[in-house]
């Protein structure tokens, strides 16, 4: 069997080598003839499955994306051809949880904003959507939900209007698939007019998909609101995003949110474990490939106000870092790639546990909990 793998998905040859060879490859440098003879191909968002991709694909039996989206892969094409496909649901929702948390509380930092009694719009309540609420609460926001797709297809789901949430959110965050077209289409759900509804000095996060919003209206909107906080991991055509905008936003990092260890590995070892059923071959044990991370505790021992609860996310993961690294290496030829590529290893808040010494009240341990950190007891 041969098993062709973006060469920035870890773990593949302790999982899928025993059933065959590996072989590695750029994501970005997948071609047709490298999938003469290939069984499985395994990629990332980088890599589009299309028609032209597997015009030589003549023994593939599957397809996996180690990704939650799946706007790069032609479904269709996929089906038609009885070649079976997964993506990784919920692998790198934790991560962009932490991304959020770290850009939102530092943001407040620089903007000396109390979080406390805001309201936040969280736009797609999905895998990423539904685990950022309840971190949201427990820093004491008010939360607008916005997802029409669920609310037709669950009568107790309350969706927001869109508008609205717009009108009245002084943070938003969107957390949708890209979606170009039909009655949900994503493709710059903000463009002019919506940025228009925001408040001037609201705070903006996209993480999801840079045609989400649309760069160049939000590139005029800033010159016109220059108190608008913007956060973004995601641009439209990356790899090669619009300089003046990154260096009009408060903090750009090169679409890497969801690149914790965890959100890595479990990417492999979800579209691995769907490979495996069909197989029957035995299931991934993701926790044994997972190195102990460094900061395995962190003792409190102060009150958690915004101040501290910042401190303990940025112990964790501190988003700063990301937004220099894009900043600095910005002029560079194949810069927004090659820090994708070399990304350091970074752990996610659910790995960390969180002790209290002198220091002791259940309130402070549920908000704590809540931000996904463990409590030691
Ligand atoms: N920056 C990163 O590193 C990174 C990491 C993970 C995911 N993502 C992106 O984030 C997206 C969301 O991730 P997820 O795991 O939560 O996906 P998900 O599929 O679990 O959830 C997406 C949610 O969006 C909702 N939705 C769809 N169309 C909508 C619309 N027009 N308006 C409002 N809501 C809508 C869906 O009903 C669903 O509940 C992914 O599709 C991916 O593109 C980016
Ligand atoms: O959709 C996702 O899961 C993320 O956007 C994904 O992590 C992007 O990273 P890439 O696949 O490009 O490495």
Redesign the pocket.
């Known amino acids: 069997m041969r098993i062709l793998a973006?060469e920035?998905?870890p773990y593949v040859e302790e999982l899928f080598s025993p059933y065959g060879d590996v072989i590695r490859a750029p994501?970005r440098d997948i071609c047709p003839s490298m999938l003469v003879d290939v069984d499985v191909l395994l990629?990332?968002?980088?890599t589009k499955v299309n028609a032209d991709l597997l015009s030589q694909a003549n023994k593939l039996h599957f397809v996996g994306?180690?990704?939650?989206?799946?706007d790069?892969v032609d479904l269709k094409l996929l089906q038609q051809r009885g070649i079976s496909f997964t993506?990784?649901p919920g692998?790198?929702a934790y991560?962009?949880c932490d991304y959020v948390l770290s850009s939102l509380l530092l943001i407040a930092e620089r903007r000396q904003l109390q979080l406390h009694g805001l309201t936040m719009g969280v736009v797609g309540i999905g895998n990423i959507g539904t685990r950022l609420l309840p971190r949201l609460r427990a820093l004491g926001l008010q939360v607008l939900v916005n997802d029409p797709p669920r609310a037709a297809a669950e009568p107790d789901f309350h969706s927001t209007p869109l508008e609205q949430v717009l009108q009245q959110a002084d943070i938003i965050t969107f957390h949708v698939p890209l979606q170009r077209d039909g009655e949900h289409s994503t493709f710059h759900l903000i463009a002019a007019e919506q940025l228009e509804m925001m408040k001037p000095d609201a705070i903006l996060i996209n993480a999801?998909?840079g045609e989400v919003i649309d760069n160049q209206a939000l590139l005029r909107h800033l010159t016109r609101h220059p108190k608008l906080s913007v956060v973004l991991d995601?641009w439209e055509n990356e790899p090669n995003p619009n300089n003046e905008l990154l260096r009009a936003v408060d903090i750009a990092t090169p679409?890497?949110?969801?690149?914790s260890q965890e959100?890595?590995a479990f990417?492999t070892s979800i579209v691995y474990d769907h490979w495996a059923k069909l197989h029957g071959f035995a299931l991934a044990n993701v926790q044994a490939l997972l190195p102990k991370p460094d900061l395995a505790a962190m003792t409190l021992s102060a009150a958690p106000n915004q101040a501290v609860l910042k401190q303990l996310v940025q112990a964790v993961y501190d988003v700063r870092n990301d937004d220099e690294r894009m900043r600095h290496h910005s002029q560079q030829p194949e810069y927004f790639d090659r820090l994708?590529k070399t990304y350091p290893l970074r752990r996610e808040i659910l790995s960390t546990q969180i002790q209290f010494s002198d220091f002791d009240n259940q309130v402070a341990r549920d908000d704590i909990a809540a931000l996904g950190f463990q409590i030691q007891h």
Do not use: E, L, Q
């Open positions: 973006d920035n998905m994501g990629v990332r968002s980088v994306t180690a990704t939650i989206g799946t790069h993506n990784a692998c790198n991560a962009v999801c998909r995601v679409h890497i949110a969801g690149y959100g890595k990417g994708r």
